[in-house]
């Protein structure tokens, strides 16, 4: 079954679902971008791990079979035996600490093995609280290195990388950022109702970039992903779409 939207499914925002498809998607990009690059180049998914503390609002957002309580203090009856009262507790959570992993590509210039270009595809804790701090640093250490940088964003939910100027419109972006280019970036912008596009992938000069299909990248991930059998079509997509394109995205996905 393929997606019935012409680009992103909005229903793919939904966290039941997104882990799964940021990681499909990361292998099916890294396949089509191995199946193009010359023979003097490689790509391979790099996966990072890192133990963060979240508040109970990205818990939520990110592991929704999480349940976050906080216990109520139930009032006690004095003791009748004239011993020594209870203390009353004071209930406190523990830090959550949540092991994180993110997924990236990395493209690699061969024989010495020289990393040329980065891409990664943000996630839900990339754009809300302090994990949007944390990519944000990570972004600028990246950015102060001759490496290229390739972004994906298909969350119309959460912060957007930040740049000098306003972003064009759009739903979903990608950002390119050339080594040699710096400080200029490459932004891509496209709404909802859009086809995916081609994007850019710089190699080292004087290789020319490659380009990827977006669309087929998605299209091989949803069949992968058997998500016309999951997705809650029909209702409401997950995603905070305007409400226009939130009726037609109920429209375009109800069963015929």
């Not at 109520?72 to 004095?78: L, T, V």
């Not at 064009?168 to 709404?191: H, I, Q, T």
Request: include cysteine; charge should be neutral.
């Amino acid at each position: 079954m393929k997606s019935p939207f012409p680009g992103m499914d909005p229903y793919l925002e939904d966290p039941a679902f997104w882990a799964g498809f940021h990681s499909r998607f990361i292998n099916c990009w890294c396949d089509a971008i191995a199946n193009q690059l010359p023979d003097a180049y490689e790509a391979h998914p790099d996966e990072s791990v890192n133990l963060i503390q979240m508040s109970p609002e990205v818990i939520k957002l990110i592991f929704p079979d999480i349940a976050v309580t906080h216990a109520r203090r139930h009032p006690r009856s004095p003791s009748r035996n004239g011993g020594t009262a209870l203390l009353e507790p004071v209930t406190i959570g523990h830090e959550f600490l949540e092991e994180l992993r993110e997924a990236r590509i990395e493209v690699i210039h061969r024989p010495d093995r020289t990393l040329v270009a980065v891409l990664e595809m943000l996630s839900p804790f990339n754009k809300t609280g302090n994990g949007f701090d944390q990519y944000r640093a990570k972004r600028t250490v990246m950015l102060g290195q001759h490496v290229h940088l390739v972004e994906l964003d298909l969350l119309i939910g959460g912060k957007r990388p930040t740049l000098r100027e306003p972003l064009p419109a759009g739903d979903y972006f990608a950002y390119v950022s050339n080594a040699d280019r710096r400080p200029d970036c490459d932004v891509y912008a496209w709404n909802v109702r859009a086809p995916l596009p081609l994007l850019p992938v710089p190699l080292k000069a004087p290789d020319a970039d490659i380009r990827i299909d977006l669309g087929q990248v998605f299209a091989e991930t949803y069949k992968r992903g058997r998500y016309g059998r999951s997705l809650f079509y029909g209702k409401r997509p997950a995603a905070p779409l305007a409400r226009s394109d939130a009726a037609w995205a109920k429209k375009v996905s109800a069963p015929k």
